[in-house]
């Protein structure tokens, strides 16, 4: 494991001002600095090492400092980020690094997109938007490069959940070879701008970001190489309504810690929304009347991006009264696009008083937006209750949609609770295990399933 910060320093301050911070930061065991905004002049390079760092600087603010003990230094370059000037052009700094213990190499990256991206009546607007876009690309082509692992940080002037954004949202920004860091508190005002962006690495802990006299707060996360293929292992649970919150909410918090899930997507949520908000160590995505099927994702993972779909316009049941039509919340969970899933009937039903032609209506809805979802980029996976095993066949079906987008599902064997009608579908990622918990205490009808998924 090593420890990295990234810091916004401020364009004012001495080394004077930041030499506190740095003993503060080596006494806290921080391995790599990725600084900006550092002003050579002024000396800010001298407490670093002062402190026994090795410390490179890249004009006209960049400078990435190590613990030589811990990491050898390769190479380093400065990089013109784009070839348009908006008052300056932008910049970043490249250091290669290999960890002396592993001899795993890592590229390391101080990067500063233009100020006033989100501030679209800025007159200098037109020319940062493009600028954002090159950096992106220029981050992107770097990190696939080859297979080094990169770990990129510093102010990008956007907080993808906050203040204004484009048409589309800031995918563009997420997607690609690296996944971001978010801090879990603002740190800048009250926006999260100052990230990390990583690819071969996984996080160990993101610590809340602290004063540095700045304007800008310090960021630090604790990582570590991934070894092998990078892996995720995700649950389906539908709790089934009408239950006791609290009883839902212990059986949710056991089977999250029995298996240490990265995510969980989760049916029949309606009547626990508010204790799902509150699961110590996950993050809840579910919108408001729109939280049937739901997601909860580790809160050390990277993470964003989240949507909620809507697919038909609902139908009459049998016993006469209206249901909601069904809803789909997607979510970026580190390398995964993710979406939770309850379909309203079995596709080889027949038309009659168990499925109007309007729930079918709904269930064709769900299937043509799940083959728009499949047909994307990037690894995907859509688990959750699909109320009819992956082998049936015909129009619709799931061996139609794995048909349409050469996607690939797996099912439990085990038969308990309600069969094998909570399963996984992937495609760009290998599902390398699936099974029922059948021990768990648990008193829905259903029995949580667990998967595990391998990034191909």
Same mark, same amino acid.
């Given at each position: ?44 390079? $001298?407490? =670093? &090492?002062?402190? *026994?760092? !090795? ?6 603010? #960049? @400078? ?129 701008? $100052?990230? =990390? &962006?990583?690819? *071969?690495? !996984? ?6 970001? #602290? @004063? ?245």
């Amino acid at each position: 494991m090593f420890r990295a910060v990234t810091w916004n320093v401020h364009h004012d301050s001495t080394g004077e001002d930041i030499r506190p911070e740095v003993e503060r930061f080596k006494k806290k065991g921080v391995d790599i600095f990725i600084l900006q905004e550092m002003k050579r002049a002024k000396g800010v390079l $001298d407490p =670093f &090492r002062d402190a *026994g760092y !090795k410390i490179l600087y890249a004009e006209p603010e #960049f @400078a990435i400092a190590w613990n030589d003990v811990e990491f050898e230094y390769i190479s380093h370059r400065r990089i013109k980020m784009s070839p348009v000037k908006y008052w300056t052009y932008n910049y970043a700094l490249l250091v290669t690094l290999r960890e002396r213990k592993s001899g795993r190499k890592m590229k390391v990256m101080s990067y500063h997109p233009p100020a006033h991206v989100q501030a679209p009546k800025h007159p200098t607007w037109p020319k940062v938007w493009t600028v954002l876009h090159d950096v992106v690309d220029k981050w992107n082509a770097i990190a696939d490069r080859d297979e080094t692992a990169c770990l990129f940080a510093g102010d990008d002037n956007v907080d993808e959940l906050k203040g204004w954004s484009p048409r589309g949202g800031w995918g563009f920004m997420l997607d690609g070879p690296l996944r971001q860091v978010r801090a879990p508190e603002p740190t800048h005002g009250g926006r999260k701008i $100052d990230d =990390f &962006r990583i690819k *071969g690495l !996984k996080v160990i802990k993101k610590h809340d970001p #602290f @004063a540095v006299g700045s304007d800008h707060r310090a960021f630090m996360v604790d990582f570590e190489f991934v070894e092998g293929p990078e892996q995720l292992v995700g649950g389906i649970f539908n709790l089934r309504y009408g239950r006791p919150v609290r009883v839902v909410k212990s059986e949710v918090e056991a089977f999250l810690a029995k298996h240490d899930l990265d995510f969980l997507c989760i049916q029949e949520g309606n009547d626990y929304f508010e204790v799902l908000n509150n699961i110590k160590g996950y993050k809840h995505y579910a919108k408001r009347g729109k939280h049937e099927s739901t997601i909860l994702v580790k809160e050390l993972l990277p993470q964003g991006g989240h949507r909620a779909f809507t697919y038909g316009d609902g139908w009459t049941t049998v016993t006469g009264n209206h249901h909601r039509p069904a809803h789909q919340q997607q979510v970026r969970v580190d390398w995964l696009r993710l979406r939770s899933l309850h379909l309203p009937t079995p596709s080889h039903w027949p038309l009659d008083e168990r499925t109007p032609a309007e729930r079918k209506d709904d269930l064709i809805a769900s299937m043509e937006g799940l083959k728009e979802f499949f047909l994307g980029d990037g690894p995907r996976c859509a688990a959750g209750d699909w109320n009819e095993p992956p082998t049936t066949g015909g129009e619709y079906s799931p061996k139609w949609l794995m048909n349409q987008t050469g996607a690939d599902a797996r099912a439990p064997e085990q038969l308990q609770g309600h069969g094998r009608i909570d399963w996984p579908m992937a495609k760009g990622a290998k599902i390398v295990e699936v099974w029922k918990d059948l021990k768990i205490t648990e008193g829905s009808d259903h029995e949580p399933v667990v998967f595990i998924l391998e990034k191909s």
